[in-house]
């Protein structure tokens, strides 16, 4: 029996890629298909898939000419499956010509011709392009517009802004067409929004956005009461809209594979938990404002809330929290967290600083993330025997929002195929504990 096997993403599955599976099954007896995990893909730079990867396998399955189907999901991977699935010819279209030469070695390699006239990267532009409208031109906004520019299926219309001229200027700045004071107008002009306003602001503009009838992306934290989390979840699902957590660590390929070693037991029983996110700001920016919702709590503890709640669940014994104040906000704030099974402490600064790496302790060894970890590209597996020990390497392209964009434009595309790397349930937990350090719930204040 001739084994072949073909490798592809295979989004928005078109007449190309039935040629290339036809031409490549017409090699031999066997044919096993590779689908790229979505991971891989953003980890080889392929940000643009519309369809998720059970979408994309369902596709290649639907064609009934995939004897087999398995999943791709990281470089070198091709050599590995040669060698296990006992392959003998390695199909692949010819646009990549010369590339996987370095099989030949373990196979025999053909590049088939491709079909042209079509691809899934026209098929995406033909697709309809979400309009996303900003709430909010700060600093956060601007580094969103340019990262947004790395995916394509969405398209920055407008920005909102109370005050027009800095509307205005954003939109001049960022080539942006519809600059508005007018959250009506804004809302008129996109079918998605993303709120990047100050805190106190997320629970009205998102409940606008969303009793409007659009998608919506909020900034971190969501809203600081978790009775508006619920909420505002609960109004996004009789919309039928999608409402998600804008949070660059939640959906960086690194942090992922991360926590799925760890749950899959790679250090043993997970004991204790530690991480810091702290940043120096002045004193006089908008974060440190007591009256608008500032103060590294609020600023930052979604950063180690995030790993914390994945890890340990969101059925939260006990939190104490210890602070440091100034001008009415806390400058630092150290939680220290109890679940049945296991403790976690944080620390979040934006006016004090400390190591920002994450270590997580477990019965046979401990991961190691090195500052700063909610940018995480790389991290370690630690043991006893250090033989052992094991280097995760990962991509962390530009600033990482444009994971988080791509998530969103999937988010909203997709019908049913949807499960956010970021669910409400740990959000509403996030908002929890936010929402009792702001009611000063056993808090120790710092002299
Ligand atoms: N293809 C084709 N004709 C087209 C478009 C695509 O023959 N008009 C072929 C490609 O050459 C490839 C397969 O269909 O062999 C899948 O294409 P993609 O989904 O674009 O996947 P690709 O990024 O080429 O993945 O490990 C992944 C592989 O290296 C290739």
Redesign the pocket.
């Known amino acids: 029996m001739t084994k072949v096997i073909?490798?592809?993403?295979?989004?928005l599955l078109?007449?190309?890629?039935i040629?290339?599976?036809k031409?490549?099954k017409a090699l031999g007896d066997w044919l096993i298909v590779?689908v790229?995990t979505d991971n891989?893909?953003l980890e080889?730079g392929?940000l643009n898939t519309c369809d998720n990867v059970m979408k994309r396998i369902d596709a290649v399955r639907a064609t009934g000419l995939a004897d087999e189907i398995i999943i791709?999901e990281y470089r070198g991977?091709?050599i590995d499956d040669i060698h296990k699935y006992g392959v003998d010819i390695f199909?692949?279209?010819?646009?990549?010509e010369g590339?996987?030469d370095y099989l030949k070695e373990f196979c025999k390699v053909v590049y088939?011709?491709?079909?042209?006239?079509?691809?899934?990267t026209m098929l995406r532009q033909e697709q309809a392009v979400l309009q996303l409208g900003i709430i909010g031109t700060g600093s956060i906004a601007r580094r969103f517009v340019d990262e947004s520019k790395f995916v394509n299926s969405i398209s920055v219309a407008a920005a909102f802004n109370p005050d027009k001229a800095k509307a205005e200027a954003f939109c001049k700045d960022k080539e942006v067409s519809l600059a508005t004071d007018s959250l009506d107008e804004l809302l008129a002009g996109c079918d998605s929004v993303y709120v990047a306003s100050p805190h106190y602001t997320h629970y009205d503009y998102v409940k606008a956005a969303l009793e409007a009838g659009k998608h919506v992306l909020c900034e971190t934290p969501l809203v600081l009461e978790s009775a508006q989390a619920e909420e505002l979840f609960a109004l996004a699902k009789k919309q039928g809209k999608v409402l998600m957590m804008a949070h660059k660590t939640a959906y960086c390929p690194a942090f992922g594979h991360l926590v799925s070693l760890l749950q899959s037991g790679a250090i043993g029983e997970i004991v204790d938990f530690n991480a810091a996110t702290t940043t120096i700001t002045d004193m006089k920016s908008e974060k440190m404002d007591s009256a608008r919702f500032g103060g590294s709590m609020n600023e930052n503890a979604c950063f180690p809330l995030l790993p914390i709640l994945r890890l340990f669940g969101t059925d939260v014994k006990k939190v104490h929290f210890v602070s440091k104040m100034k001008d009415g906000v806390d400058i630092y704030t150290k939680g220290l967290m109890l679940f049945d099974n296991a403790c976690a402490n944080f620390e979040v600064g934006l006016g004090a600083k400390t190591e920002g790496s994450l270590v997580v302790s477990g019965t046979k060894g401990y991961a190691y993330v090195p500052a700063p970890w909610w940018k995480t590209e790389y991290f370690e597996l630690r043991y006893e025997d250090q033989n052992q020990n094991k280097k995760y390497f990962y991509p962390f392209a530009g600033e990482g929002l444009r994971y988080e964009i791509k998530e969103f434009a999937s988010a909203t595309m997709s019908d049913g195929y949807f499960y956010s790397k970021l669910p409400e349930k740990e959000i509403i937990a996030m908002t929890k504990i936010q929402e009792a350090f702001n009611k000063k719930e056993n808090l120790t204040i710092l002299k």
């Open positions: 073909t490798y592809g993403t295979f989004d078109h007449q190309g890629h040629n290339l599976l031409r490549a590779g790229t891989f893909d080889r392929k791709e991977q091709k199909a692949i279209g010819s646009d990549w590339y996987f088939l011709p491709r079909t042209e006239g079509i691809s899934s």
